[in-house]
């Protein structure tokens, strides 16, 4: 089983608000990522955090935006919520700056109404 | 811009029926091909990475194989708690540390 804890577990918003989802990471981890993964696709890579520092950003807008604090947790935040945000937005944490062996949260099951 | 295809997209296999997913690829310079498991609910788990080509790697009933364009996992004798979706990744050099991941492969073994 990982460390790896997210919360909420499921999240329900409406468009144009702003959501804040949280990771906590597997012990000793310094990095962590943030994926979405909707519904049959497979997980698209956000962004990347290593003490501190983002270090890594996919295709995504700048309303979303990231955090790492010092004790390896990390927030996802998402302003101006939209329709096609609704996915699963998944943490995970690993060690070093270039770690490949990724240990996944279960995930916050957001939907936008 | 680096690519991942998997195929078939479902496979349903009578416990102990043996076969292959298939994941292929084009990335600008691998650092690594991933697989990793998912189950309903739940984030992905690590299974395999691959760094060239040539490379096999083995874990119980599953084995990874990786050429210059595509990696397979054998899948022998399943059981029904193989039942998964089964998710390929690349890392390029060109990615950072970015996973770029397939769609997946849905799995369901059946006794």
């Known amino acids: 089983e990982t460390g790896v804890t997210q919360s909420p577990t499921h999240l329900i918003k409406t468009r144009g608000q702003q959501v804040t989802l949280r990771c906590s990471s597997q012990?000793?981890?310094?990095?962590v990522s943030w994926y979405q993964q909707a519904l049959g696709q497979g997980p698209q890579f956000i962004f990347q955090?290593?003490?501190?520092?983002?270090?890594g950003r996919g295709n995504f807008p700048p309303r979303f935006s990231g955090l790492q604090f010092p004790n390896y947790s990390s927030e996802l935040n998402v302003n101006a919520l939209e329709l096609d945000d609704s996915a699963l937005y998944l943490c995970a944490s690993g060690l070093g700056g270039g770690s490949e062996k990724l240990f996944f949260g279960s995930g916050t099951q957001l939907s936008v109404l | 811009e680096d690519q991942v295809t998997q195929s078939p997209e479902a496979l349903r296999l009578q416990e102990g029926e043996s076969s292959s997913l298939n994941c292929s690829y084009t990335v600008s310079g691998l650092r690594g091909l991933f697989w990793y498991r998912q189950d309903p609910g739940k984030g992905p788990e690590f299974l395999f990475t691959l760094y060239s080509a040539g490379e096999e790697k083995e874990k119980e009933r599953l084995k990874a194989t990786l050429t210059k364009k595509e990696s397979f996992l054998h899948i022998t004798a399943p059981k029904p708690e193989d039942s998964a979706t089964y998710l390929c990744?690349?890392?390029?050099?060109?990615?950072?540390?970015?996973?770029?991941f397939g769609k997946g492969t849905s799995l369901l073994v059946t006794p």
């Open positions: 955090y290593y003490r501190e520092e983002e270090n």
């Open positions: 990744a690349v890392q390029g050099r060109n990615s950072g540390y970015a996973l770029n």
């Open positions: 012990s000793g981890h310094n990095t």
